[in-house]
Nanobody, 127 residues
Framework: QVQLVESGGGLVQAGGSLRLACAAS????????MGWFRQAQGKEREFVAGISMSGGSKYYADSVKGRFTISRDNAKNTLYLQMHSLKREDTAVYYC????????????????????WGPGTQVIVSA
């Protein structure tokens, strides 16, 4: 298991930017594909972005494509989500997650593929 802790959430005006970070410890971060999910109040948790263990492959939900960028720094055991042009509908608790299987080269996308989750960080986008 890898332990994950998100940071960087907060209140931002629509059109603004935020960068989320996810610090990892425990099982080797570099061996794991990673992802970001979010859950808005009253809604189900949804996939936002995923990245392969090497960082060479990325995948985004259509709702954030072109606005959000997922990246990772394997030397720092940290995953990032850079968010630009934020909209009110981006308001949610954001979670980072690690692929439940190590050494899998694909980008994990389905929630069932993830085995470790952080506690989440709240992002609120105001009008």
């Amino acid at each position: 298991q890898v332990q994950l802790v998100e940071s960087g959430g907060g209140l931002v005006q629509a059109g603004g930017s935020l960068r989320l970070a996810c610090a990892a410890s425990g099982r080797a971060f570099i061996n794991s594909g990673m992802g970001w999910f979010r859950q808005a109040q009253g809604k189900e948790r949804e996939f936002v972005a995923g990245i392969s263990m090497s960082g060479g492959s990325k995948y985004y939900a259509d709702s954030v494509k072109g606005r959000f960028t997922i990246s990772r720094d394997n030397a720092k055991n940290t995953l990032y989500l850079q968010m630009h042009s934020l909209k009110r509908e981006d308001t949610a608790v954001y979670y980072c997650a690690a692929d439940r299987r190590s050494w899998r080269p694909q980008v994990p996308i389905d929630e069932a593929e993830f085995g470790s989750w952080g506690p989440g960080t709240q992002v609120i986008v105001s009008a």
